[in-house]
């Protein structure tokens, strides 16, 4: 089992930056590639990036490429969300995932372990 704790939501002016955190607890978090996810009001949950085992492959939506970075300290067991420049359409319930292997994926079925979530609102 792992449990995933995020934090750092918040409101936020178009332009401006937040920094996600992901707490892991419970079984070894380094062997497990992480996933940041995201879900606006009526819409699907959707991917935003992912990082691998190592940090060494680290995919995102093309929608925050450039704009958001993915990082993780094993040592501390979280893993972080970066965003900058965010824009009113990053509004949205943002969610940590945790796979039970070490490659980083898109595809939100591959992840087995899932926070709360954390709200994240971008004024316009």
């Known amino acids: 089992q792992v449990q995933l704790v995020e934090s750092g939501g918040g409101l936020v002016q178009a332009g401006g930056s937040l920094r996600l955190s992901c707490a892991a607890s419970?079984?070894?978090?380094?062997?497990?590639?992480m996933g940041w996810f995201r879900q606006a009001p009526g819409k699907e949950r959707e991917f935003v990036a992912a990082?691998?085992?190592?940090?060494?492959?680290?995919p995102y939506a093309d929608s925050v490429k450039g704009r958001f970075t993915i990082y993780r300290d094993n040592a501390k067991n979280t893993v972080y969300l970066q965003m900058n420049s965010l824009k009113p359409e990053d509004t949205a319930g943002y969610y940590c995932?945790?796979?039970?292997?070490?490659?980083?994926?898109?595809?939100?079925?591959?992840?087995?372990?899932w926070g709360q979530g954390t709200q994240v609102t971008v004024s316009s």
């Open positions: 990082i691998s085992r190592f940090g060494g492959r680290t």
């Open positions: 995932a945790a796979k039970d292997s070490p490659a980083a994926a898109i595809n939100l079925k591959d992840y087995t372990y």
């Open positions: 419970g079984r070894t978090f380094s062997f497990s590639a």
